[in-house]
């Protein structure tokens, strides 16, 4: 599978993105199997994994973004998306999608204070 990660940019503290995480070749009963994270590597930082779905639909959060991150997956679009809201700086970093040890380009998020 191709992983590629879109949606960063630059944001205000107190404000949301989506990302996007789009899979290509693969065929649909191959993605909705999948279990798909979302990681994050700021500068100066250990890579963390932020948000994590089943393909079931259980989902997991790190706490740091708990109750701002929502994390879903549209399988007619081959599609993951992690929803942030509340950002802070803390937030700004490299954020990619992986699945199977596998990972796409990232998306650069970057909140200003």
């Known amino acids: 599978v191709q992983l590629q990660a879109s949606g960063g940019g630059l944001v205000q503290a107190g404000g949301s993105l989506r990302l996007s995480c789009k899979v290509s070749r693969a065929i649909l009963s191959t993605f909705i199997g999948l279990d798909m994270d979302w990681y994050r590597q700021a500068p100066g930082k250990q890579r963390e994994l932020v948000a994590s779905?089943?393909?079931?639909?259980?989902?997991n959060y790190a706490d740091s973004v708990r109750g701002r991150f929502t994390i879903s997956k549209d399988n007619n679009k081959k599609t993951v998306y992690l929803q942030m809201n509340s950002l802070n700086p803390d937030d700004t970093g490299l954020y990619y999608c992986?699945?199977?040890?596998?990972r796409g380009q990232g998306t650069l998020v970057t909140v200003s204070s």
């Open positions: 992986s699945t199977n040890d596998q």
């Open positions: 779905i089943t393909a079931t639909g259980s989902r």
